[in-house]
Each structure stands twice: as C-alpha cells, then as structure tokens.
C-alpha cells in the first residue's frame, strides 16, 4: 500500500474507531438503551471450570453505587440514569441499563479498535519505532484469520472434547491488566469469562451482535452481558469462535470478586423474563426461550392463510416489555422532526395565514392515533434468517438455524405512518421526501431499545400500505408482537417492522446501532467470512424482500402409478403425491407461478395457486397457498423427495441452491426448497 493509501486508511480507521467509541459513551449513557441483567447458564469451554449462576436480575442505581469496580475501567457517566425501574415499566425508565453492570463488573469504559490495532498519523509522524511495531501486529492480525462461524464447522462432539488450554501453562491476568487492555491508543481488546482471558480486537468486526454491542465490554467481564444476552448459551457457536482467542486465565481473586458481585445482584434482584407472556403455544418449535425465538412447524403453517396469534412465529432479541394499566391509558409515541423544523414551518406558513408552528419534538397519544383513519393490511412476515438450518449445510453460519416456520401472516389494523406524520407537523410528506434530492429515513425505536428504519420513499409512498399498527387480526396487539403500537412495513424483512414502536424520526441518516448499521442483517458476499475485510458501512442493510417458497406437507394419495409406454424401457413404477405449500415475494411482487420437481428438477409440476391469487399487482404482502399432485419415484426405504421454487411478477426464480447465496450470517436462504419423507 502507498503511503497516501495507507494514510487514507489510517485516518479511516482511526475515524472509525473514534465513532465506535462516541457510539458506546452515548449508549452508556442513554436510559433508553438501559437492559438487564440475565441468568447465566454458562457452556464453558470443555475442561475449564465454569461457574454457573441460578437466578437473575437487573440491577438497580442504588446497588451500583454502593459497589466497586473491580477491572478498573473508567467509569463511564455512572449517574446518567437517573430513573430506575423495571425493564417491563418503560415510561419510568426502559431497562435499567448495562452501565451498572459495567461498573460492577469492572472496565466497561474501554474504547477499541474495530478488527484491527489501529494506528494514526501521529502515531508513524512521531514515533517511527511505535508505528512499525503497530504495523507488525496488523500484519500478524492477518496472518492468522479471525475465527468466524464457517471456520469452527459443526461439531456435534464439541461438548465432549478435552481442552488443550487446561493442561497449558497459561499466563495469569489479574482483572486490573484487563481493564488496561480496552482498545484506546492502539492496544488489544481483551475481556474475562468464567476464569479465562481473551483477546477479542481481531474479532469485533464479526461479532453477529454489532461492533458497537461487544465493545461496551471492553476491558472488562462479559458474564453481565451474557445475563441479558442469553442466545449465547443456544449453541456451542460462542465457545467455539472464542476458544481461539484465549490468551490466559483470570486469577482466582479477580474471579470470585466477579462471582460474589455477581451472586449478590442475582440474590437482590428479580429475573427480567419473569413476566414473559404465559399463553405461547406448545405447538411451537422453540429455540430459545430467553430470549424467546419459536418457529411454527411445518405442518400447521399452510393451515390457515391468516396465521392464528397463538401460532405467529416469535423472534425476540430482550424480554417483552410490559406495560402498567395506567403506562397503558397514557400511552405516547414521541415524533422527532428536529431535523426538518425550520423547513416544515416555512412549508406551513406559505400562506401567511396559518399560525401555526411545528414542533421539533412532540409527543402523539394511542388515542389520537386510534382516532386517525383505520387502515388495514394484510402482509406477511419473515425473518431475515428463516431456512438458515438449511445454509448450515453449506457452512455454518451465525444465529439461530430457522426452518422453514419463521414466516407468519395477520391482517394489521392501524394508522398510515404519512397521518402520524401529518399529526406531528409534517404537512406533505411526498414534498419533504423530494426535499433537495437527498436520502431521508424514517427512524424507528422500541421500549426494548431496538432501532431500525426505511427509506422515506417507502414510509410515504400511498401504495406502500406502511401502517402504524394497534391491531392484529381484529384485536389488540398482544404483548408478544408489539403491544401497543407496532410499525408494519409490507414487503419488508421483518426486522423493520419494529415492534413496541416509543418513537418516530425523520433523519438524514439511516438508524444507528446493529440492527440498521451492524453485521446482523447485512448479507456478505459468499467468499467473505470475516468482516473485517469489507467496509459494512458500504453495504445495504436487509430491507425488501427477495423470493421463497416452502412445501408443508407431501401425502401418496396412489400407492403405484405406470408412466411411460407398456412396451418402453422408460416404464417407470412411481407413486402419486399430493403436496402442498407457500410461496412469497417481497416488495408487493405478486407470485406468478409455483413449480414443483420429484427428480431434482429434470421434470416440472406447476402448482395450483388456491389462496391469495387474487391480490393487487404490485401490492402483494402476503403469501399465497399452493398445492399440486405429482408423480414421484419412490426410492429403496420408501422415501420421496421433493422442491419447490417460486416464480414473481418480475420473473424472478429461486435459484436451485444456497452454495451462491450462502453468507456468514445465514441471511436471506431463497434456494428451492428441498424436502424428503418416508412413506
């Protein structure tokens, strides 16, 4: 690399990890990112003594005051919450947050390098020995790639297997000299779990919960995280990318200090899944229960066009918010228009004769929105990692191995996003959309902290059907799916239709944090599997929908069936299927055709559409059914196979296999989908 690109770069990173470290003050210090403690269930890597905690909390400002910090880690603005109360009462407070933990457990204060061991100028300027030493390390950095879900594979043994660190001679760390380790001025990021030291900077880059998530632990104990962030004992996938990242063992002292801190606030507090919703059916296929992350099986999911609440598939990332009885009566949204104010008070008085001024910031009720224009749609949603089982069988990837059952659809009642707009101020959305040819987004946030956002195109388009939802198939929204506003983007990846909607803004820039910005639902090209190697910010987040379909039941309605001519060597002895399944497009693409194969595509079936055929072009939001029987060769042990491939509006098909689609983060499986049973 020249020197000019090299100095580019530098100043890049150095930009970068600066904004990291702006992005994790300001998200210490924000009541509105508060979480809770969670109970740690700890799946220890093999051999190494883990200590397992029973109960769980969230830990109020009175118990972080009156403990120690035991990393030493800078305390980050320890008074900036100033109301505490539960995660379920989110007008006194949303979730008491992970600054307490972090000064309880030690650093928390740390900055750090995003992948890298980031140099800047001064740095090769001034000190041409530092410079060369910190472009070593780079290069060893690497030299030897960052552990990612497709190196460590699928271990199926990996409980079972002897750790090699047991039996090494570590070094010891005491918690102080992993505080000092937080990633400012160019030194490694490391953390402590359950006794043992790691060295995380080549790995934030990839870190499926964001960059700026993994750094609020930098310097310090991860068990408080892990508390709240309980999809971390789902799988060995954790243990087995850190495995390769240990550099030492805590001391004993360091790490009963944390296990005591730790025991005391499990004693004092309450578990914030405590009050998860009761009524979750036992027909769905759980994943997780903490957070809860349950799937519909196969079977029950062509069972009704409109999906019964108790059987919508469930994808939470925090506890589900609840509300008092009077939180409810009082329920506002707030609309920031901060952005925007001067521009839409000079939209407002034109005229001259109108007084009056709009708000940067005003607060819109329940009852108000209830008294908007009803509106009501009928959509489907998905999310963004349904199928990613099937990915796995490529390489393995990062999150939770959906089937085909993370896809749900209900027919939304509520308010168009452009006459909540309109109620805050905004006089002509379209104008404001238009306004000097730039980009705006409309930026959603939840009680549970959650951010994610559109393109104003889509927020104000009067054929895009985006509604600020109060109702799911005719009654009130339940707790579990967004109680009590929810927004629903039609044709959208679901994780934009943002559940527990407490605020609304127009922006110049798309939301920030890692549901918008981060790794989480960005789809990397098939041959990166380590994000440190691409700029994410140049990346599209997942927003429109691509193309899927699904089989959900194959049944022989004739046991033999004669193909072929009598005197043909092609008479071949099959049995006659009747299948049936679902397909969907997103973007409001209508589903042209659905074809089905029982021999890996030599020969096609074209299914018969049954229900939702008959929707407006270019405003298809939800699903259609389809079925068809098939002639199928039944093989030696009685089984059938089958896929399926959907075709849209635009003539887009399913590609035959994920080999080209396969992404680090198990993103978006569209490939035919492929289904085997015995008969």
Same mark, same amino acid.
């Given at each position: 690399m020249n020197a000019a690109a090299t100095a580019a770069a530098t100043s890049h990173s150095s930009s970068t990890l600066q904004n990291l470290i702006l992005h994790r003050n300001a998200f210490f210090s924000s009541s509105a990112s508060s979480l809770l403690l969670a109970p740690r269930r700890l799946r220890s890597i093999p051999s190494i003594t883990s200590r397992a905690y029973s109960k769980t909390t969230s830990l109020p400002a009175a118990a972080a005051s009156s403990t120690s910090v035991l990393a030493g880690g800078s305390r980050a603005n320890s008074n900036s919450n100033e109301n505490h109360s539960t995660f379920f009462s989110p007008s006194s407070s949303s979730l008491p947050f992970l600054l307490t933990t972090a000064l309880v457990l030690g650093g928390g204060g740390g900055g750090g390098s995003a992948g890298m061991y980031y140099r800047n100028e001064n740095d090769c300027n001034s000190n041409s020995t530092k410079c060369s030493a910190l472009m070593e390390k780079e290069e060893e950095a690497q030299a030897h790639p960052t552990p990612t879900p497709s190196s460590v594979g699928l271990d199926k043994n990996f409980e079972d297997k002897t750790d090699a660190s047991d039996d090494l001679h570590l070094p010891i760390f005491t918690s102080e000299q992993v505080a000092e380790n937080n990633g400012e001025d160019g030194k490694p990021i490391w953390m402590s779990y359950g006794g043992i030291v790691y060295d995380v900077t080549e790995f934030i880059h990839n870190h499926p919960g964001g960059s700026e998530r993994i750094l609020l632990a930098a310097g310090s104990a991860i068990e408080p995280y892990w508390h709240l962030y309980r999809q971390h004992f789902a799988t060995d996938l954790p243990m087995r990318l850190m495995e390769d990242l240990i550099i030492g063992k805590l001391d004993e002292k360091s790490q009963d200090e944390i296990d005591n801190q730790m025991e005391k606030i499990i004693e004092e507090n309450d578990d914030p899944y405590l009050n998860e919703p009761t009524d979750r059916s036992e027909q769905l296929i759980v994943h997780g229960d903490q957070p809860m992350n349950a799937e519909v099986p196969a079977d029950l999911i062509t069972e009704s066009y409109i999906t019964p609440v108790e059987l919508f598939y469930?994808?939470?990332?925090?506890? !589900?918010? %609840?509300?008092?009885?009077?939180?409810?009566?009082?329920?506002?949204?707030? !609309?920031? %228009?901060?952005?925007?104010?001067d521009y839409l008070n000079e939209e407002v008085h034109k005229d001259k004769k109108d007084t009056v001024v709009v708000a940067p910031k005003s607060n819109i009720s329940l009852d108000d929105i209830k008294k908007l224009p009803k509106v009501e749609v009928i959509t489907t949603l998905q999310c963004s990692g349904n199928r990613r089982g099937d990915m796995n069988k490529v390489k393995r990837t990062s999150g939770t191995a959906w089937g085909q059952g993370a896809i749900s659809t209900a027919k939304w009642g509520g308010a168009r996003l452009v006459d909540v707009l309109k109620l805050?101020?905004?006089?002509?959305?379209y104008d404001l959309t238009e306004k000097d040819g730039t980009q705006k987004h409309v930026r959603f946030e939840s009680l549970d902290g959650m951010k994610a956002s559109i393109g104003m195109e889509k927020a104000t388009n009067p054929y895009g059907d985006v509604i600020i939802a109060y109702?799911?198939?005719g009654e009130p929204i339940p707790r579990e799916h967004g109680f009590p506003l929810r927004a629903i983007v039609p044709g959208y990846s679901a994780v934009r239709n943002v559940k527990w909607v407490k605020k609304i803004e127009i922006s110049t820039e798309e939301a920030e944090g890692a549901w918008q910005r981060g790794l989480n639902y960005k789809t990397l090209p098939p041959n990166v599997t380590d994000a440190k190697s691409i700029n994410l910010e140049n990346m599209p987040s997942m927003t429109e929908s691509s193309l899927f379909s699904g089989i959900t039941k194959m049944e022989v309605i004739k046991d033999t069936i004669t193909t072929g001519n009598d005197d043909s060597d092609s008479k071949n002895n099959m049995s006659l299927v009747k299948a049936k399944?679902?397909?969907?497009?997103?973007?409001?693409?209508?589903?042209?055709?659905?074809?089905?194969t029982g021999d890996e595509g030599k020969s096609w079936t074209t299914a018969n559409i049954v229900q939702g055929g008959d929707q407006k072009f270019g405003r298809a939001w939800a699903w259609v059914f389809w079925e068809c029987d098939i002639p199928v060769q039944v093989e030696e042990g009685g089984t059938i196979r089958l896929a399926s491939k959907a075709v849209d509006m635009a003539f887009n098909s399913q590609p035959e296999n994920a080999d080209h689609g396969w992404n680090v983060r198990g993103l978006g499986n569209n490939s035919w989908y492929r289904r085997e049973q015995k008969v």
């Open positions: 469930i994808r939470h990332h925090h506890p !589900v918010p %609840l509300l008092r009885k009077e939180e409810v009566q009082h329920y506002e949204i707030e !609309v920031d %228009l901060s952005n925007f104010v805050a101020g905004v006089i002509n959305p109702e799911m198939n399944g679902w397909a969907w497009a997103g973007g409001g693409r209508n589903i042209v055709r659905v074809d089905v």
